[in-house]
């Protein structure tokens, strides 16, 4: 009876033995195929180097850049993203996107189904890099019939933005996933001057997070021609709204009349009377100062330092700070005008 035990013992690991060595040689050899593949990839790649490099810059197209097999596919699309990596406009992206579409479209096209996530990621990644907007359609195809993650739809509506399709909006208001501020200020600073505008008329339909964030770009990109629109929801009952509408009047050096800064002087939220402050440091009106100068008793630390700091912008910056160290009642006021008079020689104050 042992012995019958011990025979099937043996077997049983002979049989796994066997099996272990079967699986390390078939990885053996995949490796090696892989290694092999590799090097076919990067030899090719170098072989058409010069060749991508004479169709991008001169447009001279060539046989060498015609793939005949997978793996030529998979350099010249290598090759071709280092170029596009490297490149900005002109004729070149145009070739780009004419390459691209030629010998990648219908790939792409079952690829963004694909049911591996990375590849359907990969390819959302290339459409962009290739400037690929003849995809668009199919994109939003996958989009609209597709249960699709959190990465994969941040992608597509950036791509909606950059190849501006009409009824991105519509998207943005009812996204599947909660998409980071990051990423929505991507999309934005995609958009079109006309895709803005559109923005701007479709505010209120937006949910609160997309509101903020665009009020964010405006500042970050600068876009002084929508100071306006800001100022317009400086009265907006939404607190956050209002303080990050001043945020960005002081970036992009939007003046504004006292009388809008008024109430938010007067805020009971210590963030918005910091940001009226910073905003009335470029106003430089006598009303406008009077309200620095009594935010320099402020009970928030924040709101005394920016206060100093915008008084300092004033013709008569300096003075008025030495008033408030020498005359001032409050300690806080007296500490604050004390310490930026200090750094006063910092700013060029005329």
């Given amino acids: 009876m042992l012995t019958n035990e011990i025979y099937i013992f043996l077997i049983i690991l002979i049989l796994f033995l066997a099996l272990l060595f079967s699986l390390f040689i078939y990885l053996l050899l995949r490796k090696a195929k892989e290694i092999a593949n590799r090097r076919g990839i990067e030899t090719y790649k170098e072989k058409s180097k010069e060749a991508m490099f004479e169709y991008l810059y001169k447009g001279v197209e060539s046989e060498a850049l015609i793939p005949k097999n997978q793996l030529h596919y998979i350099a010249m699309e290598e090759l071709l993203r280092g170029f596009a990596d490297v490149l900005d406009g002109g004729d070149s992206d145009q070739r780009i996107n004419a390459f691209a579409t030629k010998y990648f479209s219908n790939q792409y096209k079952r690829d963004l189904f694909h ?49 501006e399709q009409d009824n991105l909006i519509d998207y943005l208001k009812q996204l599947n996933h909660h998409q980071s501020e990051i990423t929505l200020r991507i999309v934005y600073s995609n958009m079109s001057k006309q895709s803005i505008d559109e923005v701007t008329k479709r505010y209120n339909e937006l949910p609160l997070l997309l509101q903020l964030t665009f009020i964010d770009i405006i500042g970050i990109l600068n876009l002084v021609e929508y100071g306006r629109f800001l100022t317009e929801l400086l009265s907006h009952s939404e607190q956050e709204i209002r303080i990050r509408s001043l945020k960005a009047i002081a970036q992009i050096g939007y003046l504004i009349d006292v009388e809008q800064l008024e109430p938010h002087f007067k805020s009971n939220i210590w963030v918005e009377r910091m940001m009226a402050a910073k905003v009335g440091g470029m106003v430089r009106k006598d009303k406008c100062l009077e309200y620095l100068v009594d935010l320099m008793e402020d ?52």
């Fill in 115 to 163: 049911r591996r996530w990375s590849i359907r990621m990969n390819t959302l990644y290339m459409i962009e890099d290739f400037h690929m907007s003849a995809l668009l359609p199919d994109v939003v195809h996958f989009y609209e019939t597709t249960d699709v993650t959190k990465s994969e739809e941040a992608q597509i509506i950036k791509l909606c933005a950059k190849f």
């Fill in 299 to 350: 009970r928030n630390f924040s709101v005394r330092s920016q206060a100093a700091e915008s008084i300092l912008h004033y013709p008569k910056g300096m003075q008025t700070l030495k008033k408030i160290k020498e005359e001032s009642k409050d300690s806080f006021a007296r500490d604050m005008a004390t310490d930026w008079l200090e750094r006063g020689v910092e700013f060029d104050v005329r």
